[in-house]
């Protein structure tokens, strides 16, 4: 259950971000962005296509007709991996005690601020692991 409604949940986060890069390019600035945007060296038509496609790759991997196997982890694995950066990003940011745009606050504000984008990367891996093993136990056993 918690994998349908996290995977959902990370969907809907890459769609938010192209948006919001869409309607402003200075979107990619904000911290948990930052990382994923320095991947794509700052492009924006990259950046909102790479979000999208790895979007779009995690419905078509959630539909009833994808089966258990590598395929169907492969199309989930670009939303991790962008999940994992903005992590990254965040984890930077509560270490150095700054955001990505400069902005000095304490350890603990950003901890605050910044660990949703942690726990999202974690719970994710979480799920799709747990999906996967649950699976394929009942595909076993």
Request: glycine share 4%; with cysteine; proline share 4%.
């Amino acid at each position: 259950m918690l994998s349908r409604y996290m995977t959902w949940w990370s969907v809907s986060a890459s769609v938010i971000w192209a948006s919001a890069i869409v309607c402003d390019p200075n979107a990619m600035y904000a911290t948990p962005l930052r990382t994923v945007a320095e991947f794509f060296n700052y492009s924006r038509p990259a950046l909102v296509f790479a979000l999208l496609t790895s979007a779009f790759s995690t419905v078509v991997a959630m539909l009833p007709a994808s089966r258990l196997g590598l395929r169907t982890l492969i199309l989930l694995i670009p939303q991790q991996f962008f999940l994992c950066l903005a992590a990254g990003g965040s984890v930077m940011a509560i270490y150095n005690g700054h955001y990505a745009d400069g902005v000095l606050r304490s350890q603990a504000f950003i901890l605050a601020d910044q660990s949703p984008w942690v726990l999202a990367a974690l719970l994710y891996t979480v799920s799709v692991v747990n999906d996967f093993r649950r699976r394929a136990w009942i595909r076993i056993g």
